[in-house]
Each structure stands twice: as structure tokens, then as C-alpha cells.
């Protein structure tokens, strides 16, 4: 799904990342180039089922040698392929992670290297994702969401958001946050996407793991606020999200009542 990757991409920039590199199927590189002129799209062989070759990313290390922050799995749908890429990752272990989507079915096979790293990874899923990295029924992590969230950021090390109508953040040092403030709009396809390039975006730009996903999360609420004012409460698409968060960046400083420019 190309047009998720344009989503995830273009909120990275939004947030604030200086150069955003593409790595994705040789089929969809040169349509992304074009959509996106601000980006490097760099063409990863893809296989007979139009997913990014399992064991084939031997371009992978030398795009991450020049990573700040890396966003992996939005658009995919391949979760083996989606498993190798988190092995090339982990290992390289110089930019900050974010996994969301396919990266995020297969993350049960790679809990122990996760644990291990220096710097928490930033985990993005919502009530099925989650069930899948916790090897559970869905209707488990539902009837118990704080505990859900709470175990998976103890079980990977990880900041671990828990999508929903109240999103729930659980960090490995033990701290909870919830945010309800998004509204049902934001349940819209590519929504999920977006949030993730919006975390990979102000991690990019420094912003510590934890730092990074509350205001994430925040930007992404309120984002969606504001195009429920404008648009309505449901309808509106997630690319109607991006053009919200620089402007919202902008207003920070002066809600905490910051007069410098």
C-alpha cells in the first residue's frame, strides 16, 4: 500500500525531520519519487506477491548509516518480510526505532534483542497488533487494556502506545499516559500511518523516545480535533491530518505562555 508510505513519510517532514529517505518495493519507488519530490525513494526487490523480498535488504545498512530515526512496517502487509527487516535493524542499533503495522505481527520472535538495546524502541499498535505481540486473543488485551499496554512495553523495553478512542502509552520504566481527546474521526485508514511518521519525525529531531510519543500522540489528537471542526466529526482523511501539525507545533510554546520566537 504505497500511499501509506507517502502518509507515513510526509508527517515525519511535518514534524519536523530535515531529509527523509524511502525504502520500499522496486514497483511503487518511482510513483513515491514523483508524489514526493522532498524524499529519497530508494527500490528494494520485491517478490512474486509484491512485498519487499524476504532476506533480499542489502541496501538497508548503508541507508541506515546516515538514520536518525527509522519508522518500519506502515503500508506492509508481508509479516516474514516484515521480521527480516526487524533483524536488520536491531542489529544495526544507531537510530532510534519505531515499528508499527506488519513490523509490529512479528515482534514476539525478537523480544529478547529488543530488551537489549540502548535506547527503547517505540512500539505503535492498536487492540489486534498488540494481541499478536503478546500471543493472545484480541478480546484479552480489549478487556484488560492497561495491563495489555503495561506488558508489552515491560516484555519489549519499549514505549508502547495502544491505539484507541483512549490511547494508552506504557513506558519501560513504568509510567502510564492516556490521551482521549482524538475523537471517532480518527479512526480513518492511514490514521495509524501518519502517527507513526509523526513519532519518527520528532525523534529525528532529538526528541527522546518517551518525549517523542506523547507529543505524538497529542499532535495526532489534536490534528484530528481540528479537522472534525472544520470537515466534521467523521469523513475526513488522514491525509487532511499533516497540514494541521506544524501549526500546532507553532502554538506550543505560546500555551505555555513562551514569548520568544
Not at 512495553?153 to 502509552?169: D, E, M, R, Y
Amino acid at each position: 500500500m504505497p500511499g501509506g508510505i507517502q502518509l507515513t513519510a510526509e508527517a515525519a517532514l511535518r514534524a519536523g525531520a530535515g531529509k527523509i529517505q524511502i525504502a520500499t518495493i522496486e514497483s511503487a519507488a518511482l510513483a513515491l519519487g514523483m508524489a514526493m519530490p522532498e524524499a529519497a525513494v530508494f527500490a528494494l526487490p520485491e517478490d512474486a506477491a509484491g512485498e519487499i523480498a524476504v532476506g533480499d535488504t542489502a541496501l538497508l545498512p548503508q541507508l541506515l548509516e546516515r538514520c536518525d530515526a527509522v519508522v518500519a512496517g506502515p503500508a506492509m502487509s508481508d509479516a516474514n518480510a516484515a521480521s527480516s527487516i526487524t533483524c536488520v535493524l536491531v542489529d544495526m542499533g544507531k537510530a532510534q526505532l519505531v515499528f508499527d503495522a506488519a513490523n509490529l505481527m512479528g515482534l514476539a520472535d525478537h523480544a529478547d534483542r529488543l530488551r537489549s538495546m540502548a535506547r527503547p524502541a517505540v512500539l505503535t499498535p492498536h487492540v489486534g497488533e498488540l494481541a499478536a505481540m503478546l500471543c493472545c486473543d484480541p478480546d484479552l488485551v480489549e478487556r484488560d487494556r492497561l495491563n495489555a499496554v503495561r506488558r508489552a512495553s515491560q516484555n519489549f523495553g519499549a514505549v508502547c502506545v495502544l491505539k484507541g478512542s483512549t490511547s494508552l502509552i506504557a513506558a519501560p520504566g513504568g509510567e502510564l499516559f492516556a490521551f482521549a481527546g482524538g475523537g471517532v474521526g480518527l479512526a480513518t485508514g492511514g490514521s495509524g500511518d501518519v502517527m507513526a511518521g509523526i513519532v519518527a519525525g520528532l525523534c529525528a529531531r532529538g526528541a527522546e523516545p518517551l518525549d517523542a510519543t506523547l507529543w505524538a500522540v497529542w499532535l495526532h489528537g489534536v490534528a484530528g480535533r481540528r479537522c472534525a471542526e472544520q470537515i466534521g466529526p467523521i469523513g475526513y482523511l488522514a491525509r487532511e491530518l499533516l497540514a494541521h501539525v506544524p501549526g500546532l507545533m507553532r502554538e506550543i510554546p505560546a500555551a505555555n505562555g513562551d514569548t520568544a520566537n
